[in-house]
């Protein structure tokens, strides 16, 4: 198991950071429905120990000698120190992979990867904030809202989905936070329409002073368009397909700028998947731009490449 | 009763002039340069790290998506992807040197004259264990966008070009495509050409399309097949390399998941066996696939690794 190896590698690498990911069988505490999504618990203290609000999971689907290799991703949406450590994570059916998961029963085994990526980052004083989730994107949230409140921040929700039993954990929501407000494209739970049509009246009534948001690419993009109006900070989990979660197959990149002002192609799994809303190039996702580093007919400095990022993975 | 003489396999393995500890190496693009497996493994205990292709110049690759899903395997596209040579050789290569790993250097030109600076900046870098070249690139000389690989004459200049730019006492693997008319004709050629080893295979380039959107499932169309469904492909191509060129050392690669995987390799004529896809599944799988090679070998009785290559040939009818 690589557990095994931690202590070893950790002494081989001064870098490396505590909450770097481990690789583990676990057992399924349980599989439920939680509305229109299944909501898995397995036993895995060493990933609970490790876990920061924001992280993910990669779990492998299908058995041994599966025909779908590649892992399934997901955000981490809650994690609770019985039986050493628990994690939990949601998702819906929407292929084969997904299905064998929602087959699963207690005490099945899980290969389980994480936690992975970086978290988001915390403030240093009790602040006011808003978390807005899009869909099964408000399961990162709940973690992040515990994590919050501990620090004496404040916290407003703002949910939403295609239709009422696609919003996630609005009793939780409302429990956790001072105010929860909900939107669904149908109008059949909450406020007909999208969380953008709400979110600055929120941001206004609770004064907020920054915001965090999962979702789907184009709520992201939406949201930091509504916080950048406000003047507030706005840090985005993006949900982008990938294959391994760990920054090798390279096939989760996005353009986002750097803090030099030079754009990068970057991995969502390593480098994200949380990033500060405006250094994504929403427009230009599903695109190399042309003043990316490195793209066709760049002609960069050398002085951008010696600021290529060498911040630790870990 | 047979008494077992042999508690440890004698791991050791040869490609040419380069002697690896064991033979389980990772695949070029499928390891990065070690650093992100390096969190769930000791790099510097697997035979060698096969660095992800490197170009002169920082790349951005291709757009999004980049990824499908496919039986057994997977297409990808990402355009060789990469902070160039001069990052690679300042922030990569130490590391994963410092790592005490040994370090096979995948180079990837955009024209014949690319890789010899390639080969001559990659080689003077101290600590390089080997160059793997890889064909499988688009030669800009060709307007129907084909690779080097896919005409035995230009992936020969390219090797001749790498190898007499290449320190010589770094030995030149050439990475083939077999998704060509020939590919004995083109191990050939890139022998003649000086290589010291061939590497196969390469992904295959295929096409899924997704069925709600009846367009391709990867940007630009067509992606790079890999994963255990291309295995038996590979293996084939390996035997038939071997028994037209025995003398040359040959890295086996396409969709190894188990250290039966890599028996089936060597047993066709591998002398070393990369692992690909499978670390994106199974980010210990190198160290697994290790484990599991050694207890095959134990069980059987073999005492030194080198025993095992090429036997499918000896034993075969």
Known sequence: ?314 | MNERRHVNADLRTRLGPLRLPNPVVTAAGCAGSGRELARFFDVAEIGAVTTKSVMLEPRAGRPAPRMAETPSGMLSTTGLQGPGVEVFLQRDLPWLLSRGARAIVSIAGATVGEFGELARQVSAAEGVDAIEVNLSCPDPADPSGRHFADDPAQAAAVVRTVRSHARSNVPVLAKLAVDVPDVVKLAEACVGARADGLTMINTLRGMSVDARTLRPAVAGGMGGLSGPAIRPLAVGCVYRVHEALPEVPIVGVGGVRSGTDVLEFMAAGASAVGVGTTNFADPSACTRVLREFTEVLEARGVARVSEIVGAAHRTGA
């Open chain 1, 1 to 314: 198991m690589p557990g095994a190896h931690r202590t070893r590698l950790e002494r081989l690498s001064g870098q490396m950071s505590d909450n770097g990911p481990v690789q583990i069988r676990c057992p399924v505490l349980n599989v439920r429905r939680v509305d229109a999504y299944y909501a898995i618990t397995v036993v895995a203290p060493g990933i609970a120990e490790r876990f920061r609000s924001g992280q993910f999971v990669s779990v492998a689907v299908g058995g041994e000698h599966s025909s779908t290799l590649l892992r399934r991703p997901f955000a981490v949406h809650d994690v609770k120190p019985d039986y050493g450590g628990t994690v939990e994570f949601l998702f819906s059916v929407r292929g084969v992979g997904t299905a064998w998961l929602a087959e699963r029963r207690s005490r099945d085994l899980l290969d389980v990867v994480g936690p992975l990526g970086r978290p988001f980052p915390l403030p240093r004083d009790p602040v006011n904030c808003v978390l807005v989730g899009g869909g099964s994107g408000g399961a990162p949230l709940f973690p992040l809202a515990q994590s919050l409140r501990r620090r004496g921040c404040r916290v407003d929700f703002v949910l939403g989905a295609a239709s009422a039993d696609r919003v996630f954990s609005a009793i939780t929501a409302r429990r956790i936070a001072e105010t929860a407000r909900f939107t669904t494209d149908d109008g059949s739970f909450g406020t007909r329409g999208r969380v953008t049509d709400v979110l600055g009246r929120v941001i206004e009534e609770a004064r907020s002073d920054a915001v965090y948001a999962c979702g789907p690419m184009p709520m992201l993009r939406a949201v930091t368009q509504v916080a950048g109006n406000h003047g507030i900070p706005v840090q985005v989990a993006v949900e982008e397909t990938m294959a391994c979660g760990i920054g090798i197959c390279m096939t989760c990149v996005i353009p986002v700028v750097g803090e030099d002002g030079v754009t990068r192609m970057v991995r969502s799994c390593v480098d994200g998947p949380v990033f500060r809303g405006e250094q994504v190039r929403f427009d230009d996702v599903g695109t190399i731009p042309f003043d990316a580093l490195g793209a066709p007919g760049w002609k960069g400095s050398s002085a951008a490449r010696a600021t290529e990022p060498t911040r630790d993975i870990a």
